[in-house]
């Protein structure tokens, strides 16, 4: 019989899985590891067994045996049904008490089923989002659990030690909050990753086209603009990707890969959440929207003839300029995206009733993330000097500098059409930021629009009620509330 040594069990072996189990190991817990292939088992223990104390079980009850009470079992596999499978497989094993945490990239509505259905049976059910990918489930991942208070108080300890640390040492993972907040947000960091790549994307796009920089010049300019206000290990990355030469042809990296994105589901989780809860994220949306588009080839194949203008690149002074202000677009753009990510965070929280600290998730973000930026302190000081903060742009430091920045913005935009750049991102991101700071929007006429052809009523800005004009009729207006 195998004896319960083992602090924390990871089940699911593939990179993911087994890169967070030698995470724990190595930092001195000691970890059951079991997957449906004994083979990947055998081989992880043979392989990095001498990183720290691992317990291989054949089977799931060797597993299940295997760990101190109360129980802690990670989940990594797909999403989905696999997953069902798996806590159908382990739950009629564990006693009350137990936590099983799912580490994958599960829909947040998901979690929150299967966390009440495990609640019934005395189970813990946590929902982990886990951000950094294989590097950072091996060196530190940012760790966003969901669940209970009392699955925390059990695994919050470990979590802390793996997680990643911010420069002021502080573990980037928090208790986010019950049922499925801790997915959830996993969800809304990938939507603003999705945004974020997409507004880098379109940076590149016009330096290449407007300002006719190679990719080697456009590197040097990110690794210049990533030591300052637009630190973070996305831009770091990009210069490095650019940089890059590619060994079979000697062309630049970027210009033989091929110019279709493809995507996992998250930022599509997104955008269809948002559209659900009411909560405009036009530049996420837009992002989702550019890659696919750029995976529609015979759209694009039939379009190649259509009339526009062709990009004329600058002068070498005027190059440099126009770069200065591609990097006041980014940065602005940016904080925008955020802005639209923390806003479906906090609707979230209110719909679901999860009490979610958008300052504490700030915290969270700050290492191991794909989305890691140096903003994200301020972001968190933001909401931690005005927890109620309805939105970034109402933030006094961060309204100065999207407002000391938005001239550029719309001159890159001007640019951008007239050279015929197509720079989705950056155009929704200025639009939401003109329509919020708009004393007056066009939804007066759709709305009177609505009245003509469907009777649904109006308010009035001069007095209360809802009304409806008689528009068949001799156009009179009744209160209809």
């Not at 559209?275 to 837009?286: N, Q, R, T």
């Not at 015929?420 to 329509?435: M, Q």
């Amino acid at each position: 019989m195998t004896s319960s040594t083992a602090q924390i069990g990871v089940t699911g072996l593939a990179v993911m899985g087994s890169n967070l189990a030698r995470n724990f190991a190595r930092n001195g817990f000691t970890v059951a590891v079991h997957n449906r292939t004994t083979a990947k088992t055998t081989a992880l223990v043979e392989e990095f067994g001498h990183e720290g104390s691992f317990v291989a079980a054949g089977s799931a009850k060797e597993f299940v045996d295997a760990l101190e009470r109360p129980r802690r079992l990670i989940i990594m596999v797909k999403a989905g049904e696999p997953t069902d499978a798996v806590i159908r497989e382990f739950a009629p094993l564990l006693e009350p008490g137990d936590v099983i945490i799912d580490g994958g990239n599960a829909h947040f509505e998901d979690t929150r089923r299967r966390e009440k259905e495990l609640r019934e049976q005395g189970l813990h059910f946590v929902g982990v989002g886990i951000s950094g990918g294989e590097e950072g489930a091996l060196l530190g991942p940012s760790i966003m659990p969901g669940g209970s208070e009392e699955s925390w108080a059990s695994l919050g300890p470990m979590l802390e030690k793996i997680s990643a640390k911010a420069a002021d040492g502080t573990p980037c993972t928090s208790h986010v909050g019950p049922d499925g907040a801790g997915h959830f947000v996993k969800m809304v960091h990938n939507g603003i990753e999705y945004a974020d790549m997409q507004l880098i994307a379109e940076a590149y796009h016009l330096l290449r086209e407007v300002a006719g920089y190679s990719p080697a010049k456009i590197a040097e300019t990110f690794r210049a603009w990533n030591r300052g206000r637009l630190d973070s290990y996305l831009i770091e990355i990009t210069a490095e990707v650019l940089a890059h030469t590619d060994a079979a042809t000697g062309r630049p990296f970027v210009d033989v890969v091929a110019d279709a994105a493809e995507q996992k589901g998250t930022g599509r989780w997104t955008v269809q959440i948002a559209l659900d809860l009411g909560v405009p994220v036009s530049g996420i949306a837009e992002a989702v929207f550019a890659r696919a588009v750029s995976g529609h080839g015979e759209l694009r194949t039939a379009a190649r003839g259509l009339a526009g203008p062709q990009a004329e690149p600058l002068s070498a002074e005027a190059a440099d300029a126009f770069a200065a202000q591609v990097e006041q677009a980014l940065y602005a753009s940016k904080i925008v995206s955020y802005t639209q990510g923390f806003h479906q965070i906090q609707a979230g929280s209110e719909e679901y009733g999860w009490s979610v600290d958008p300052g504490a998730v700030a915290s969270l973000w700050r290492g191991g993330c794909i989305i890691r930026a140096a903003f994200l302190d301020r972001i968190r000081a933001a909401y931690d000097a005005r927890p109620e903060l309805p939105s970034l742009l109402a933030d006094a430091g961060f309204a100065d500098e999207i407002g000391a920045a938005q001239h550029d913005w719309r001159e890159v935009l001007v640019a951008a059409v007239r050279q015929g750049i197509p720079v989705p991102a950056f155009a929704a991101s200025l639009a939401y930021y003109d329509a919020l700071r708009s004393e007056r929007l066009p939804a007066a006429l759709t709305q009177g629009q609505r009245d003509f052809f469907g009777a649904h009523t109006y308010r009035r800005t001069d007095r209360e009620g809802s009304y409806h004009t008689l528009w068949s009729g001799d156009r009179s207006e009744v209160r209809t509330d």
